[in-house]
Every structure is written in structure tokens, then in C-alpha cells.
């Protein structure tokens, strides 16, 4: 700082001034503009070379100046967009997210791939809302990444510079396993976004927010939809959208049927991170369990869990010994005040449900993965093993209940992933294995009634789940890996009918009455007619689907890869509602009739604790 020189700051910003002589100086700050200039107190370049000429102060002509550069900038973004990235169905192939056909599509990749283009939206963005400094900028990938760097870059050489992140659309697999890239401060957070139609990214962004207890203050996007479900996601966090443009600018309009808005169905009451968890394996782990007064389930980093189902707090562990990521994958099943789970440590657990004391561990597998079927009738429990020999890489067995000893054991040739699942009436086990193999037993001999060969077609046929018992119409319904959803018939082992999906079903399917609903990683869930045996509809999610559907309080909820949680009518099928979770759901969700609480349970080991609304 020199006599004589006027410097010119926002007073709500942090500035440096470096004294280089002996001599103590003075430094005043002036607030000296008025409300409608003080964006421009934040760039100096314009205020000194173009809009502020010595001694302009803040007349009206200013305030045009200002308008005029706005507008320009504007006008070549409307132009932009009008003529190179608002697409029409007559010259290309649109497809909504839902697999409607689309009249028009807005790409701004075209917009914000282009150097001009970004540069343009980037001096709006600081023109709208450079007055609201101090902030930190972030968005979900891929469509705010552009427009976060070029805003950043522009925040440099404006000599306020920002914070910026990114949230991840899925969290990362290897590595650290972020799920946000960069650093977080304590500044208040603009989200960013080239569009803003349901608002789902943003929706998404807010959850992986909320988990280190960030708030969103503010969002801005270059087009706002002004869609239903849009402007209720604004409501219902109390926020506002900023934005240059909206759909009327371009004589565009949404169709009735996008306006479609689910409504909200959980609130989130408790939260429980397992630590050490694994990011590398996004499939279905351990599904909680709850006995009304805890909520039991397993994890990566090899400790079983009983937290309070009220409060989340922990009640008791249980640590199983074992190397490598995958430790407990086992779902539980609770009995009469015992808990049951297999391990990777080659065991399977029966403790007692409210101290956690163990009662008896049955040691005779290499690897459990598989997950409990139990028959009180009988006393038995059903489970699939995996072993390290080659001749035996698998089996089913049936323990005793109440010992863990070994009543009966059906060999297979590769390893059995599959869960059992038991229907009592007719005291039937089936299972399926890694053998491309769907087995019928008498529960209580372990005699092979038949077995179902899956197709294949050049691909596994491993059936990795348990299957589902249609009992009305004695069908036996599993979810292969080659693609297929396969209707057995209990009687006699044949093929009733068959659904060809585009990727690997390895979910449980639900029955309820004449429906069954079966999700598969080609990201849709299908909703099968068993009478008419076709499919009812689909419900496209976006994301792949692991979690088992579930008739939880009379509606039909499941999770997607997403972090979606998916409320249905269990008759029609219509989705009633959604709510976001920051992680992929890959596991069933459990209730509680004592708590009315809903549980559930991410891929990477946190449980949530959700009040239906």
C-alpha cells in the first residue's frame, strides 16, 4: 500500500494490504456503493475498464451499463441454446428416463462444453450472485462439473476466490471411497447445475450433504423447468433457485405427465455407521433384522451388530475372525430370542438375541455368504456353504436348531451363494447354487425332489438368492444370473413361464397375491402378472437394483443403487412416494411394529432409522 492509493473491497470479504515502509499507515474501507452496484465493488476489472469510468459513482447510467453487459451475455446464451442444444424428436431418437418417447430434449453438454458458452454462463452466474460472497460452490457430476470450474477459474481472476466439491453420483469403489471430491469449508454452499427439472441430482447432492451436516443455502442453474416436482423440492427445503432462464424463454413447456411428484415417505430419525466398511463390493450384504427391540445385522469389517431399534445406540457386538473385505454378508433370522447368521470365517452363529452370548457355531464351511432359512416346525435351520476343495465346492445343509449340529447336507459342484427359503405347509427347502441350478428338497430328509437347469445362453445361470414361493399357485419364482426370471412348477420342476431381462437379477422376488415384484440390474423393476402370466409393468429406477422388495405397514418398499427408497401400492404398482439416501440400497428394508420405525441399511454399512409419514 502506497500514499495516496484508494483501494476499493466488498467489506464482507477477507483482503490482505501489505505495508512495505517503516511508517504506520491507515487503511480505511468505504462502503461507498449503492445496493443494485455492490457486485461490482467484487471485480475491479470492470469497474476501472469499462462500467465505472473516475468519478461515475453510481448514476444511472451505471446501472445500465451493468444491465447492458448482463444482457448481452444473456442473449448469447438464449441464442446458444436455441439453436445448438434444444433437440427435437424429428431429427433425433429421445428417450425420457422413464423410456417414454420425448418431444424435445435440452443437452447442454453442447452448451457447456463449448469455451464461450461456459465462459458466458460463468459471468452470469458472478452477475447474479456475486453479491452473496462469502460462499463455497458444488454439484453433482457430470452435468455441474464444467460449470463448477469455469465459475472457479472466473472467481480467481476476480480476485474472490471460491471453495468448489463435487458429489459423486455413486460412491467411488476403490480407493478412499469418496463420495464427495475436494474439501468442504464452513461457507455457506450454492448447489449448481446446468438444469432443474424433478430436482432428483439435487435431491441427491442435499443427502450426501447432510451426512457431515452441511446445509444448502442457495441454487443456481442456467434453466430452471419450473417442473411440480421441482418447486416442491425448493418448498420443501425452504430454498430458492436462481436462474437466467426458465422454459417459456425457449416456448417450451413439460408435459402433464413429467409433472407426476411422489411424495415424501420417511424422515430420518437415527443414523449408525459401522466403521471400516467396504466400498469395493456394491451387492447385497447383511439385511437388518429387528426383534422389536434391537435391530441386528452384520458387517464388513467382520462385527455383528444389536443397536437399540429406538435410539440406534449400541447394545451389543459380536466380532467373527477372518481376513479380506467381505466378513459377515449373512442376513439374520431371529427365533425365540436367538439370532442366526452365517460368516465368511466359515461359520454359522446362533447367540443369544438379547446379551449377544454365543450358543453354538457350526465350523465345518470355508466361506458362508448365504443367508439363514429357519424351520421351527422342524427345528432345523437351512443354509448354503461354500468350500475351498474343488471336488465340493458347495453345499445345502440342515442344522439343529437348538445344538448347530448337522441333520442332513446336499453336495454341490460350485459354491452356494444362494439363500434357502422354506415354505412350512408343505415342508419344501428350495435353494439355488452356483451350479446354474434351482434345487427342491423335503426340508426334513434333505431328499432332492428335482432340479431346474437355468439357461445360460453363453452367460452364468447362477441363481445368488433366495427364491420366492408363489404358494397360490404352487410356483416356485428365482431371479438368475443370466438375465431370466424363472416360474417353476413346485410339482414336477418344469418351466411355467419365463421374463428375459437386460442384465443379472440377483434379488429375492416378493409375492403379494397375484403379483410379484422382482427387481434386476438392468435398473427396472418388474411387476409380473402370475395369473396372466406377463408382465404388469416396470418401474424404471435409473440405477441397478439389489434390494429385495418387501410388504412392509401394506406397501411395497425397496432401495436402488441410487440411494433411492421406493414406496408402491402393493395392487396397482404405483410408485406412492420416494425418499434419498446418500449410499446405494442394496439390502431388504425391516420394521418394527414396537418403534414404527423403518431400517434401512446401505452397502456400505449404515443404517438409517426412517419414521414413515
Known amino acids: 500500500m502506497w500514499p495516496g492509493e484508494l483501494w476499493w473491497f466488498d467489506n464482507k470479504q477477507h483482503h490482505w494490504a501489505k505495508n512495505d515502509s517503516s511508517e504506520w499507515r491507515i487503511h480505511y474501507i468505504f462502503d461507498l456503493l449503492s445496493e443494485n452496484l455492490r457486485n461490482l465493488a467484487m471485480n475491479p476489472l470492470p469497474i476501472f475498464d469499462s462500467v465505472l469510468p473516475y468519478g461515475a459513482g453510481t448514476s444511472e447510467n451505471d446501472v445500465a451499463a451493468e444491465a447492458q453487459g448482463y444482457s448481452a451475455k444473456r442473449s448469447h446464451l438464449l441464442d446458444a441454446i436455441t439453436n445448438n442444444a434444444i433437440l427435437r424428436d424429428s431429427e433425433h431418437v429421445l428417450v425420457s428416463a422413464s423410456g417414454r418417447k420425448n418431444t424435445w430434449l435440452i443437452d447442454m453438454r453442447r452448451i457447456l462444453t463449448n469455451p464461450n458458452h461456459l465462459d458466458a454462463t460463468a459471468d452470469l452466474f458472478w452477475e447474479m450472485l456475486g453479491s452473496s460472497l462469502p460462499f463455497q460452490i458444488g454439484g453433482m457430476e457430470t452435468g455441474a462439473i464444467p460449470l463448477i470450474a469455469a465459475i472457479q477459474i472466473k472467481s480467481v481472476a476476480r480476485g474472490t476466490p471460491v471453495n468448489a466439491f463435487i458429489v459423486r453420483k455413486e460412491r467411488k469403489t476403490f480407493g478412499a471411497g469418496n463420495r464427495i471430491e475436494g474439501s468442504l469449508t464452513d461457507e455457506p454452499i450454492i448447489l449448481v447445475d446446468d438444469i432443474m427439472n424433478s430436482a432428483q441430482s439435487m435431491e441427491k447432492a442435499r443427502a450426501v450433504l447432510e451426512a457431515p451436516g452441511r446445509d444448502i443455502a442457495q441454487v443456481f442453474v442456467l434453466i430452471n423447468y419450473q417442473s411440480e416436482r421441482g418447486l416442491a423440492w425448493l418448498k420443501d427445503h425452504r430454498l430458492s433457485a436462481t436462474a437466467p432462464f426458465t422454459l417459456k424463454d425457449f416456448g417450451l413447456s413439460l408435459a402433464r405427465t413429467e409433472c407426476h411428484t411422489p411424495e415424501p415417505i420417511f424422515r430420518n430419525v437415527w443414523t449408525f455407521a459401522s466403521e471400516r466398511a467396504s466400498f469395493f463390493h456394491r451387492v447385497p450384504k447383511s439385511f437388518p433384522a429387528t426383534d422389536g427391540e434391537r435391530v441386528f445385522f452384520g458387517s464388513d469389517n467382520g462385527t455383528f451388530w444389536a443397536l437399540d431399534a429406538t435410539d440406534g445406540s449400541v447394545q451389543w457386538t459380536f466380532k467373527v475372525r477372518t481376513s479380506g473385505r467381505k466378513n459377515i454378508w449373512s442376513a439374520p433370522a431371529i427365533h425365540d430370542g436367538f439370532v442366526y447368521f452365517g460368516s465368511y470365517d466359515g461359520n454359522v452363529y446362533c447367540l443369544e438375541a438379547a446379551t449377544g452370548k454365543e450358543v453354538w457355531r457350526f465350523t465345518e464351511a470355508d466361506w458362508v455368504g448365504s443367508s ?242
Open 372 to 613: 439363514p432359512a429357519l424351520a421351527p416346525d422342524l427345528g432345523l435351520l437351512f443354509i448354503g456353504l461354500e468350500f475351498a476343495v474343488p471336488a465340493k465346492q458347495g453345499s445345502v445343509v440342515a442344522l439343529d436348531m437348538t445344538s448347530g449340529c448337522k441333520v442332513w447336507e446336499h453336495p454341490t459342484k460350485g459354491h452356494t451363494h444362494g439363500s434357502p427359503t422354506y415354505w412350512q405347509a408343505r415342508q419344501l427347502v428350495a435353494c439355488g447354487s452356483n451350479d446354474d441350478e434351482l434345487l427342491l428338497f423335503d426340508a426334513a430328509s434333505g431328499n432332492v425332489h428335482w432340479r431346474f437347469q437355468t439357461r445360460g445362453e453363453g452367460r452364468k445361470g447362477s441363481i445368488r438368492h433366495a427364491p420366492a414361493f408363489d404358494i397360490r399357485r404352487e410356483h416356485i419364482i428365482a431371479g438368475s444370473a443370466d438375465g431370466y426370471i424363472y416360474v417353476v412348477d413346485v410339482a414336477t420342476g418344469t418351466e411355467v413361464w419365463s421374463v428375459r431381462t437386460d442384465n443379472d437379477v440377483y434379488t429375492i422376488p416378493l409375492v403379494v397375491g397375484d403379483l410379484a415384484f422382482v427387481g434386476s440390474t438392468d435398473k427396472q423393476l418388474y411387476v409380473l402378472d402370475l395369473d396372466r402370466r406377463r408382465v404388469k409393468t416396470t418401474i424404471s429406477t435409473g440405477s441397478k437394483i439389489y434390494g429385495p422388495p418387501r410388504l412392509l405397514c401394506d406397501a411395497v418398499y425397496f432401495g436402488a443403487c441410487n440411494g433411492l427408497l421406493y414406496k408402491l401400492d402393493k395392487s396397482s404398482a404405483q410408485v406412492l412416494g420416494t425418499f434419498q439416501l446418500p449410499d446405494s440400497v442394496t439390502n431388504a428394508l425391516a420394521h418394527s411394529e414396537k418403534t414404527n420405525l423403518m431400517y434401512a441399511l446401505t452397502y456400505v454399512n449404515e443404517m438409517y432409522a426412517l419414521a414413515p409419514l
